[in-house]
């Protein structure tokens, strides 16, 4: 996607292939600014700190990781360790684990003398599946937008108003995100669209990454508490959701950032479609039963009871919200049941939430 | 209730009876400071800027608004247009109107010269009643407590786990809070309990108020973002949920901050009861279906995209937590259908929230 004009990516190589250069998202929408990581270590530290986040993303960095890793021992041993080591930097969106547990699969098969170089290559390739694996969602989406945007009678004056929560954008995956791909791509056909953007606390990913990303790219889009979906939605503001996921069952439960079961729930209660955009690596077909079987990661509370804005100095400074002292919960995920879920809308197609769908869709040749 | 060992209301006469002296509520938890409101105009500024909020406080402090404007004329047709300048300060919660129509109703029976000192005299009366009545929904809803924590197992080392919304503690009410009530009694009592406090976007009346009042009072208590909640209840770590409310309609639908509803669909799926706690001057029998009829306050995007907290160098800094410019919608309120609630607590005793049980409880003599 294009930021003032020029296109941009969270994640790209150097030219000398020895590191890897990210946008440093905990300074969005205050400032753009990009980190190099050299080393493996770099690499585990942006992910565990969320300098870069979003499931797809995660997954494609973790995977340069791990050939970095392998540059001065690639051992079947070290392997192993590494790729353990990074899964752990994170411990809810599988597509960290499926990308490291490709990456472990492929170099196995390898001699040790070649690991690190092919490591590099297949993530490489996974950066740019990635890429096309969101262009489809959009492609597969757009059609489910364009069909109620009929239903409702949108055209000039009257745009499809979606609902998102988080950041499902394209600063969460390689490019055009997957919740917003069919956004984007509806924008650039002339659909009318509106989007609600969820600030999405505690970290306010909606409110610093997606308002960020609408802006560039155009699409018209309102800042919102996450508070409010459930009221717009009673008074038929909200025309559809569509999330992103950091992982979903066998069963087509969804886990994704905390609140989404909320809007969820929200959405059944009022007959708003909810969307689920879902690479088929964020599925996990061991998982049947989200709410039992997923582990949710818990940060720190001072992301509850703190945050850090642009102050009027245009200094970034991080204040208080509590009184001292204030003890905090941060669950970071949730998990929605399949019950509530519209659809998912994958890279090879729309299915619902639903186990014998979910076998059906990845026993097609991709 | 008592803020360091001292007894403190945030809203008291001056000894001399010539103004009201308010807790600035803008200004917690950071600083504790008080707002000499001395004119029908700092009234209504307190009122409509939040230095004073809470559907009781509101319309305590406004009795005492009216009062002062009868000072220099207390004509009939003064007696209405004060009172309906000071109703347009906030326009959802009923208890604005039910003070200020208690007040017109009274004073004009009298003569013109006896009205403004009759009205203040109310005013008094209508802040003293509120202690009451907030005692009294403690007193009601402390047994509902007690039933729950003997069901769920409640002693040393397992606390019954209390969600609440916003804040309707003693800050929202002249004295004991309305929500708070059965808890603070329970607390006395010796009955283990822990609350989750949200947060509360956009103007984190949970972070800053209702965490501040139950430190103050030694209520163990966990700050959580308005998002965490749903998840909390899938994992049984809810026992109940008590909010207030700013009117509630002749079948019992419950107009409340902005986020009750999503609270009450996550109660609802989980099987977690969802009392609110009502004081009758809250029940608007003119009004049925709250979706369509309840007046919802929208108020400024920026309240979304700039808030206020405490830096490190000790100064209270607003920072703007959005890209320069987004767009925000702000709707202060939501509505809950009745069917979403467990029962209402009032100082009548507690009751369904149904047509026939609420007209029956307004029947009674008090």
Chains 1, 2 share one sequence.
Not at 162 to 189: F, K, M, R
Not at 277 to 288: E, H, Y
């Amino acid at each position: 996607m294009k930021v003032q004009g020029q296109a941009l990516r969270p994640l790209r190589e150097t030219a000398s292939r020895d590191a890897v250069v990210v946008i440093d998202q905990r300074l969005l929408p205050h400032r753009l600014a990009f980190e190099t990581l050299a080393t493996p270590e770099a690499v585990h530290h942006a992910i565990r700190e969320m300098v870069v986040r979003g499931a797809p993303l995660i997954g494609a960095t973790a995977a340069y990781g791990l050939a970095l890793a392998l540059k001065p021992d690639a051992s079947d041993c070290a392997v192993e360790e590494q790729a353990e080591w990074l899964k752990a930097a994170r411990p809810t969106a599988v597509n960290l684990a499926w990308a490291l547990d490709r990456v472990v699969r492929h170099v196995r098969a390898l001699p040790a003398g070649e690991r690190a170089e092919a490591a590099w290559v297949l993530a490489a390739a996974i950066a740019e599946e990635d890429v096309e694996v969101n262009r489809r969602i959009g492609e597969h989406g757009l059609p489910l937008l364009r069909d109620i945007a009929a239903r409702k009678g949108v055209g000039p004056g009257r745009p499809l108003h979606v609902l998102t929560h988080c950041n499902a954008g394209w600063l969460a995956t390689v490019d055009w995100g997957t919740a917003t791909s069919p956004i984007y791509q509806g924008h650039e056909a002339g659909l009318p669209l509106h989007v609600w953007v969820d600030e999405t606390r505690p970290r306010n990913q909606g409110a610093s990454l997606t308002a960020w990303e609408l802006g560039q790219a155009g699409v018209p889009h309102t800042l919102i508490a996450d508070n409010a979906g459930g009221h717009l939605m009673q008074h038929g503001q909200v025309d559809l959701v569509i999330v992103g996921c950091d992982r979903v069952t066998a069963r087509g439960d969804v886990c994704n950032k905390i609140g989404t079961y909320l809007k969820a729930l929200a959405a059944h209660d009022n007959g708003v479609p909810f969307f689920v955009a879902m690479p088929t690596s964020t599925l996990d077909l061991s998982v049947a039963d989200g709410l039992a079987e997923i582990p949710i990661e818990e940060r720190r509370g001072r992301e509850v009871t703190h945050l850090a804005g642009l102050a009027a100095s245009g200094e970034v400074i991080e204040v208080a919200i509590a009184p001292a002292g204030t003890p905090a919960a941060n669950p970071a995920f949730d998990v929605t049941p399949a019950r509530l879920v519209t659809a998912l809308i994958t890279e090879r197609g729309v299915v619902p939430a639903e186990e014998r769908a979910l076998h059906a869709l990845m026993a097609q040749t991709p």
